[in-house]
């Protein structure tokens, strides 16, 4: 097959928009892969107890670290390309309202277009660009925060199989003249890949990305339904929405440092993975009558207090855990916090 000329240039990566995301995912992952306790504990290794399946089970989001994390840990525990281990992991059934619009829309082009306009809303650290030329329409992926290659291979394996699954389900059969481009090199699993998607894959492409022939784009949806259509849109526009305009930043970074394996961060790194400025952090947190160094200290000594209640570690373990230099400046914090060394 002949490759399609390379992806649009992506957009140099803007802050991302918020700091929650559906929590749909997370519990699908642990379903599918927390089949047993001693899994279960290294899926959720280095995540607070907010983020436990018990308090996730009802919960309409997550932390997006939390997340992030968690596909840390995936890694960690089966090597990397789990996400063609279990096809239901990326199945068009795990996407929600996105998943819903999109097979609803009267054909496979408007599916993509939905895709391309709210995809974010899935995955707030990810967005996509659509290109539509004579041979037919490319979705390339870009990342709007900082993340780690582990994290963005990851994201673009979960991200752009789930594209291919809805294509397959709306033409009703292997999406053989697709072409999934990844960024990264060609990995020792990539014939698994190739298996799994029933389609050509390729390696280190310009962007990570989908081409849909454009013999394929006018394919009427067997699911095409207008008033569900316009339903899981007003879904999807108020939740992006919310993400365009995100409220008071304190609760994100409250949520931020809890979910942090150390809680210590640096006002730079928060606001970073905020997808925000340093500047715009601080301002915002004093508009709120906050202080970066306050809500740090309020979470040191909450992680503090619950350590020494415990009587596991000692005065020296905890310091380190709680990224104290020295001992001696954890014991300064705990005279001023509990009037005690």
């Known amino acids: 097959m002949t490759p399609p000329k390379p992806p649009p240039t992506a957009p140099a990566p803007a802050p991302a928009p918020s700091g929650l995301m559906p929590a749909g995912y997370f519990r699908l992952l642990q379903r599918s892969f ?35 994390r968690q596909l840390d840990n995936l890694d960690a525990l089966l090597g990397e390309g789990w996400v063609f281990f279990r096809p239901e992991v990326w199945s068009h ?27 974010r809303v899935r995955a707030p650290v990810i967005d996509f660009a659509a290109r539509r030329g004579r041979r037919g329409l490319t979705l390339a992926m870009r990342y709007v925060a900082e993340l780690s290659p582990a994290r963005q291979r990851n994201l673009a394996q979960s991200s752009l199989s789930g594209v291919v699954s809805l294509v397959a389900v709306i033409i009703g059969a292997a999406p053989a003249g697709l072409l999934v481009a990844f960024r990264d090199p060609e990995p020792t699993y990539a014939e698994d890949v190739r298996r799994a998607l029933l389609c050509a894959v390729a390696w280190n492409g310009a962007a990570d990305s989908v081409f849909i022939p454009a013999a394929l784009l006018l394919t009427p949806s067997p699911f ?7 339903r899981a849109r007003e879904e999807l526009e108020t939740a ?32 970073r993975a905020l ?6 952090l601080v301002r915002r947190l004093a508009k709120a009558g906050a202080g970066y160094r306050a809500l740090l200290d309020a979470e040191l000594r909450r992680r503090a207090a619950g350590l020494l209640d415990a009587g596991e570690l000692s005065h020296a373990e905890i310091a380190e855990r709680l990224g104290y230099a020295e001992p001696t400046s954890f014991s300064r914090a705990c005279r001023r916090w509990f009037g005690r060394a």
């Open 275 to 280: 997808g925000v400025s340093r500047r715009t």
């Open 224 to 230: 095409a339904d207008p008033s569900l259509h316009a």
């Open 34 to 68: 927390g089949d047993s306790d001693p899994r279960r504990r290294a899926l959720l290794a280095g995540l607070e107890a907010a983020d436990t399946p018990s308090s996730v089970a009802t919960a309409a989001e997550v932390d997006v670290e939390s997340q992030l």
């Open 93 to 119: 059934a795990s996407h929600g309202a996105l998943g819903v619009a999109a097979l609803t829309a009267p054909d496979l082009e408007g599916a993509m277009q939905i895709v391309a306009a709210y995809g």
């Open 240 to 271: 992006l929405a919310r993400l365009e305009r995100p409220g008071d930043l304190r609760p994100r970074l409250e949520r931020l440092l809890v979910s942090h394996p150390a809680g210590r961060l640096t006002a730079s790194a928060a606001a």
